[in-house]
């Protein structure tokens, strides 16, 4: 059995990811950390032994390196879910929800993972396109059950659906629950050993943050969107830099303290130019002037 051609490595560590293991952990009592890499970057192949003792950890069937591991397919599996995220980040549901029609029925998209991401935003669209949090919350749940056990550690994708729930409840004006939920998707990140995706704890540390300034809890608010900037810079990650300095600048402005609050709401502006997304400055200077116009 050859797995040359199949685009093996890339089908192996895509399944590891989503099972949130290291390379370590898959490669206990199979093989050697060093054979993971080899085998991810195929630089060598695992024997049929060990190639059926890795679908077993991963806990998908021996033919799932195959059935969607050619080149051609898998690039395109992978090339969807990529735009999808694009559009999710541009918050264009509309895109993403033509997207979904046209592959659902795609045999490809019927595997685990690929299904499960379908699924997940299928959920994201249906409450946000529809209005219908209810149907929302229910495919979000169907989501995370594909592949979530209870009593089990999440892993970093059901974290994420997770975290789409919790900013779902917010944006519905469910704020307990929100705020529930994303203690609880912040907990789980902080078991995994690693996060392949450092945006995640942005998502959750930025949507508590909105969450609790809307009960009024403006500084614990502002001890969240400090974690937020702290991890951009850390990071070197501009993903909702702007929206955090935003939520620190309106923060300061409710506790009094325009003067602080305006140097946020400023800085967040130069980040949303220098991010040439001039929508969301121009909002921001909209929403100064009127905050401090009766300051």
Known sequence: MSLVGYNFGK????????K???????AAGICSEEDIIQFEQEEKYPTI????????????????FFDIASTDTYNYAIAVTELIKKYKRERDYAAINEIIQKEQDNPLFKHTSFNQFLIWHEGICTYYLEEDKQKSI?????????THKEQALMTEREIEI?????????DSGDLDTAVNLFRNALNQLTELPQVQDSSIWLR??????????????????LIYCSKGIDNCIYEENMYLFGELYYQTGMNFIKLGKENKGKEYLEKAIMIF???????FASLVSTEMEKLLKYC
């Open 273 to 279: 130019k220098l991010q040439q997304n001039d929508k």
């Open 20 to 26: 949130g293991l290291t390379e370590a952990q898959l």
């Open 204 to 221: 959750i540390l930025y949507g508590l943050a909105q969450a609790l300034s809307k009960q009024e809890k403006y500084e614990e608010s």
């Open 11 to 18: 089908i192996l560590k895509s399944s590891r990811i989503f």
């Open 138 to 146: 229910t495919l979000l749940e169907q989501a995370l059950a594909m």
């Open 162 to 170: 997770l975290t789409s729930m919790a900013i779902i409840e917010k």
């Open 49 to 64: 032994d060990q190639l059926y003792k890795m679908a077993s950890r991963l806990e998908v069937e021996l033919n799932h």
